[in-house]
């Protein structure tokens, strides 16, 4: 099949080696000549590591190259059966962007958004024909990352969403359907990741490293919050969350922090600017967390009871299926288990009065514990 990228970020190129990788005839478009060449740059290390490491060989290398053409003229894409927008997280931009691609594919083309937060119904809006159009939500690396989300607007057809799913799963993906709301699943479930982690920090409880190292050695975490949030950029992070709370009609349990808002302010972007929650410069050394396992275990729980209730929240208001919410945790951003599942090994009973212990200490709406937790308490219920 015929499939166009637009957008050759690092996103766009991960897509079109995806598609490619599945023997898909891939066309790479930006406005911008020297993107599509450090895309094509790119590619051609990225499959050379792939050699190295025994993954492919020369052959297949080839093959994958073949596949994908790279072009500044949007017009080439107008013999894709599907079309796929990874540029900037800006409403207006996307919109104008599909009005001008409409122009140019056959009726039969799904024209589908890679937005991880934005509204696929409000996207959807600028075509005419807006039951062509879907989220499809990858995660980075798209190559390497094996979940998609799926997220079918209200005006998207029946018949479009079984194309899409059929398309993705045949490149080797694992789909999890969510509903078009604010975050869909993984960017909604994670919030208290970095939330209550900020929150516990600014009430003095613990500094970065020590919560870090608490949700790695208790949780098993591959990279505790801080650390993660300065892999992302707090600028990138903390405007995700202001989305998220703004779409949220300013529900609290998704309120931002005013140590992210400082530090993002300040240039301590993390990573890329050298210096965020930890110093990234030559030489810099990482400060020693206190090894405490009893605070290690409270700063955890408290982390996790958050998570539990949010994806606990998630399958009471319907966004997507349990099984769904916990292979977008585990498989979208790699957490140790599905947090449905670590609902029932820790117990609802444990979940519901974990959280009735936080709401009662702060009396913060936060903390309001997800009616399904309470039902599946009364049943004496389990997720799975």
């Known amino acids: 099949m015929n499939v166009g990228i637009i957008g050759s970020g690092t996103m766009g190129s991960g897509i079109a080696q995806v598609a490619a990788t599945a023997g898909c005839a ?112 990858f995660f980075n690396p798209a190559p390497l990352m094996k979940l998609v989300e799926v997220i079918p607007a209200v005006q998207t057809s029946n018949e479009i969403l079984t194309k899409t799913t059929d398309i993705i799963t045949n490149w080797g993906k694992t789909i999890a359907v969510a509903k078009d709301t604010p975050g869909f699943i993984v960017n909604r479930v994670a919030r208290p990741f970095y939330g209550e982690a900020l929150r516990i920090y600014e009430e003095g409880i613990a500094d970065f490293i020590t919560i870090d190292y608490s949700l790695k050695s208790v949780g098993g975490f591959r990279m505790g919050p801080f650390e993660l949030m300065d892999f992302i950029g707090n600028d990138i992070n903390y405007t995700v969350t202001e989305s998220v709370f703004e779409a949220f009609y300013y529900d609290p349990r998704y309120k931002p922090s005013f140590t992210q808002k400082r530090f993002s302010e300040a240039g301590y972007l993390g990573r890329k600017s050298g210096k965020g929650y930890f110093d990234y410069s030559d030489g810099a050394s990482k400060p020693e967390p206190i090894k405490n396992v009893e605070l290690a275990t409270i700063i955890f729980n408290r982390i996790l009871v958050m998570l539990i209730n949010e994806a606990a929240d998630a399958l009471f208001l319907n966004i997507a299926s349990a099984e769904d919410i916990d292979n977008a945790m585990t498989k979208g951003v790699n957490y140790p288990k599905g947090l449905l599942a670590w609902a029932d090994e820790k117990g609802i009973e444990w979940c519901v009065e974990m959280l009735d212990n936080l709401y009662n200490e702060y009396h913060e709406d936060r903390y309001r514990c997800s009616p399904i937790l309470r039902k599946m308490l009364r049943e004496n219920k389990t997720f799975f």
């Open 26 to 137: 891939v066309k790479l478009y930006d406005t911008n000549n020297e993107a599509l060449e450090k895309a094509k740059n790119s590619l051609e290390k990225i499959l050379s590591r792939l050699i190295e490491k025994g993954r492919i060989d020369d052959t297949e290398k080839t093959r994958i190259q073949a596949n994908i053409d790279y072009t500044n003229n949007l017009g080439d894409l107008a013999d894709s059966d599907l079309t796929i927008e990874a540029i900037v997280e800006n409403l207006e931009i996307k919109r104008t962007v599909f009005e001008h691609l409409e122009t140019y594919v056959s009726e039969d083309c799904i024209i589908a958004s890679n937005t991880s937060s934005l509204s696929i119904a409000s996207i959807a809006s600028a075509l005419d024909k807006p039951e062509r159009c879907i989220g499809i939500h």
